[in-house]
Each structure stands twice: as C-alpha cells, then as structure tokens.
C-alpha cells in the first residue's frame, strides 16, 4: 500500500509545483544535517533575503500518510511562508513503513532540539518557535505537542523534548488526529498499519490519539480544513477536546460546497485560498510576541 500511495502522492506534488523555483526575494540553506540519518536527517532554513537579526521561526512537518514526503516537496510552501517575515524550517524525516513509529516523533524532536542549538547561527528566535503540519505532518506535530506538554505521555518514550520546550504556538492542517481502525478498503487504515510497529492495536491506537493525549498545556492552536477535505471530521473532534480542556484554538473551515477545495490545498501556493489560509496563519503566529 505504502508503495502505491508515494507514487500517486509524487504525481500529484510534481504536478502541483511545476515551474515553480526559488524565489528573488529568498536566502536558502539546504541540506543540513540535524540527526545520525545522513539520507533522512536533513533539513533547510529560508529566510527573507533582505532581513537581519533574529526573525520567528515557522517548523514545518510536511504530511504524506506517514509513508511519504520529504522536504524537497515541501519547497515552495515552506518559502511563501519566509516571504511573510519568518525563518523556516523545512525538514525530511524517516518514513513508515520501513521505520516505524515513533521514529517520525524522534525526529521531530531532534528537529526542534536543532533550532534551539543553532538558533543564533541561523538567526533564529528561541521564543518565537512556531510549526505548522498537514494531513499525517498535523498528526505528527499534535503528538510532538502531547510530548511536551504531557509528562506522562513523555515517560513512555526513549527520547525527550529539550527541558520546559513547546511550540510557542501550532497550525494544525487538515490533520488526522484519533485514528482507528477502518475495513480492509480504508485507506488511511491501512497506512496506519505500515506507521504502526504492532498494526494498529488498541494500545498503540491510543499512544497515537491527539484527543486521548492532550492535556490542558497544549499550545495554542490554529485548526484548519475545508470543503473537500476527505479528513475534514476530524477537526471538530480536536476542537472540542481542545475546549474541554480551556486550550487557546481557533478553528477555521476554508470553502464551501459551492467552491470546494482539496485535502491540503493550502500546499499549492498559485491557489489564491492558500495565499488566504496561509496569510491567516502567520497573522496567528504575529499574535505571540516574543
């Protein structure tokens, strides 16, 4: 199955993206080695080119149902997020089904632990350290939430987030956040059981809820879907542990039957509702001053 979906998935990107090239107005660095995986454990930085100093930093942990993706498919959306004032950091990490869970969070959390480290190399803003994440990369980035925030969540993994670290504040993108078991022509089922080292148990179903593992110290979050998104449910189930729990989040629903969009169409940066959606989640981010 996993094989299957990279394909489908790389034609679409391909296509979205045609064309498109780095910026006049972006400085890149690429290929940075932030972990031991010299294929899996790199990541670049874009920054305005005309800015100086330290700037906000936006992590993006790109989707792709666990088993693909990589950060040279996540560009140009990483790039049209620097052109809006912030460092970004756009990243690869290893994928199901040949490295399964919670190879991907481990990552994640080496990811941020290199912010931190090289944050004053790189002109980056320890204060200011927010991330965005869709579809499977929303998943991810809700746990990497739970990790921080949740001690006892923490305690069951080998890896720890850097001491009293969380994002300043998340975007949570047409995201999967209580997989369950589906029939045998489920999709997203069946790639949980290529993330998942046990196929899906009930145990580990539960490790991987956002809903069961959120905690009142979640940081604040900016929920989004839209008309047209196979995943667009499960955004109303967070947002309704998120207030249980008195969690800062804001929901917001792109499109409409009239004018539907697509799962993840804030990635395709010609469409003008991503420039919307986009625009509206760094103004979020301009909310948490450092």
């Not at 449910?233 to 009239?258: D, T």
């Not at 004018?259 to 991503?274: G, K, N, T």
Request: with cysteine; proline share 7%; charged share 20%.
């Amino acid at each position: 199955m996993s094989f299957i979906t990279r394909a489908a998935f790389s034609r679409g990107d391909a296509k979205r993206d045609a064309g498109l090239g780095t910026p006049a107005g972006i400085r890149r660095c690429d290929d940075i080695q932030y972990g031991p995986d010299r294929k899996w454990n790199v990541l670049d930085v874009y920054r305005p080119a005309g800015a100086e100093g330290t700037l906000p930093v936006i992590v993006s942990v790109h989707g792709g149902g666990w088993v693909y993706g990589d950060k040279e498919r996540y560009q140009y959306y990483c790039m049209s997020l620097a052109g809006r004032g912030f460092a970004v950091v756009n990243f690869t990490y290893r994928l199901a089904p040949e490295h399964k869970f919670p190879a991907q969070l481990e990552d994640a959390n080496s990811v941020f632990e290199w912010v931190l480290a090289h944050a004053g190399e790189y002109g980056l803003d320890p204060e200011r350290v927010f991330a965005v994440g869709d579809s499977a990369g929303a998943h991810i980035l809700g746990l990497y939430c739970c990790l921080c925030t949740n001690p006892a969540y923490a305690a069951g993994f080998s890896f720890s987030p850097p001491a009293g670290f969380a994002p300043r504040a998340v975007a949570l993108n047409c995201g999967i956040y209580v997989p369950r078991k589906g029939g045998r022509k489920d999709v997203t089922s069946l790639l949980l059981k290529d993330f998942l080292p046990g196929g899906g148990t009930d145990a580990e179903l539960e490790t991987v809820s956002l809903v069961k593992q959120a905690t009142a110290a979640f940081p604040p979050a900016f929920v989004m879907t839209c008309e047209g998104d196979f995943l667009a449910g499960e955004a109303p189930v967070l947002m309704k542990r998120l207030n249980e729990l008195n969690v800062p989040a804001e929901y917001h629903y792109y499109g409409s039957p009239e004018h539907p969009l697509r799962h993840v169409f804030h990635c395709d940066i010609r469409s003008e509702d991503a420039a919307v959606c986009n625009e509206e989640e760094c103004d979020y981010f301009r909310r948490f001053p450092g």
